[in-house]
């Protein structure tokens, strides 16, 4: 049976405190309230068995409990388990006659709060002191955590939502860009040579203007398709999608002289259209920001754990270490069109597919000129 002890109204200037005791021997639990109540204004209640206990600390909700280790029916550490039972984050402090070196250190490791000996009760304030302020740091972060947490998924809602409106604006925005290119196209048929020099000029840059703007509608659509759609992974071999990238690239790899060097690549976890889309925008890449010499991309795999890093190395005009995080957001060129063309989208596509994959790509100056890049992809399970 429970019963109730109260120290009466609360005291001025002392903090309330809820205890539930779980104690047998009258003389000791008056002894440990008299203690308690030099510090606190204290409302208690005490319990001897651990139905009781159950029953009343879901009731209470205390704000520490003091247990004593040996009872007749059960011991004070089994409240603990009921604790977790409930999931009830409550300080539980042994209160204890007789407790060993190797006894109190078992308890601690059980997940006990704290212990104190009973002809060291001036102690026990302390102790409860320190397990409040405890209990409340263990709160503050659990609320950081889940405010965190809800930041995290609401931003990645958003996301997910700007990308798919992304997708379905740069899909619907195709049909009047083609009547206006279709348009402009029979105006230039029609009356090019026929106005004046600078109608020509005008009907020229709306024909380059309406061209970049398909360009970058179509680039769009490419990156938020690739944004916004999952990556089914299965067993992929390196070497057939370096393989099919190269065949997708032929007048460029032919006109530039450029040399692929690679073999040996491993089979991953990966999905094998998008990985020979990471291959291709980065030969691509070598090819279009080449130097005076002929390219050379050389690409090789190390295993590191459960994923492998695969580097993909030119002998191009490298990057400056300040671009080199820059390049891999979405439209963004460190030169001007007419020194090479493309819109910036390609890097923000590999990077797209390569954190679908659960990986991380980079991009560093390589000795003697160049750039390496380097990204992760999950291992075959073994």
């Given at each position: ?24 021997n ?69 209160v ?29 304030p ?31 809602r ?10 379905v ?12 290119t ?8 029609r ?11 005008y ?15 179509q ?24 393989a ?25 976890m ?48 490298g ?64």
């Amino acid at each position: 049976m429970s019963s109730n002890v109260s120290m009466g109204c609360k005291i001025e200037n002392k903090t309330t405190l809820r205890v539930l005791l779980v104690e047998d021997n009258g003389a000791d639990l008056e002894l440990i309230l008299d203690e308690l109540g030099r510090s606190f204004a204290i409302t208690s209640e005490v319990v001897q068995t651990a139905a009781e206990f159950r029953q009343r600390v879901k009731a209470m909700v205390p704000d520490v409990v003091l247990a004593d280790y040996n009872l007749v029916h059960w011991r004070g550490t089994e409240a603990l388990t009921i604790l977790r039972e409930e999931d009830l984050d409550i300080p539980l402090i042994l209160v204890s006659g007789v407790l060993g070196d190797v006894i109190a250190v078992d308890c601690i490791k059980l997940g006990i709060t704290d212990y104190v000996l009973k002809d060291s009760l001036g102690r026990l304030p302390v102790a409860v002191r320190a397990a409040l302020q405890d209990k409340k740091l263990r709160q503050e972060r659990r609320q950081a955590q889940e405010e965190l947490r809800q930041k995290v998924e609401e931003l990645s809602r958003s996301n997910r939502d700007l990308e798919q409106f992304a997708y379905v604006a740069s899909h619907h925005l195709q049909e009047p860009l083609r009547v206006v290119t279709a348009n402009t196209q029979l105006l230039a048929q029609r009356y090019r040579g026929r106005l004046d020099e600078q109608a020509d000029k005008y009907i020229d840059h709306a024909l380059d203007g309406v061209g970049r703007m398909h360009g970058l509608i179509q680039d769009l659509l490419a990156f938020s398709r690739y944004a916004w759609q999952e990556a089914a992974l299965r067993s992929t071999d390196c070497n057939e999608a370096v393989a099919q990238a190269m065949k997708n690239l032929p007048a460029a790899i032919l006109e530039s002289g450029a040399t692929i060097k690679y073999e040996g690549l491993p089979r991953l976890m990966a999905n094998g259209s998008q990985l020979r889309q990471v291959f291709q925008a980065l030969i691509g890449n070598a090819i279009r920001f080449r130097s005076p010499e002929a390219p050379v991309v050389e690409i090789s795999a190390e295993k590191q754990g459960a994923e492998w890093m695969l580097s993909v190395a030119d002998n191009g005009i490298g990057i400056s270490t300040e671009h080199a995080e820059d390049i891999f957001a979405i439209f963004h060129r460190l030169h001007a069109p007419t020194e090479y063309p493309g819109n910036g989208i390609g890097l923000s596509i590999c990077k797209k597919i390569v954190e679908r994959h659960g990986g991380n790509i980079a991009a560093t100056s390589r000795a003697g000129g160049g750039t390496i890049f380097k990204f992760t992809l999950p291992a075959l399970p073994a």
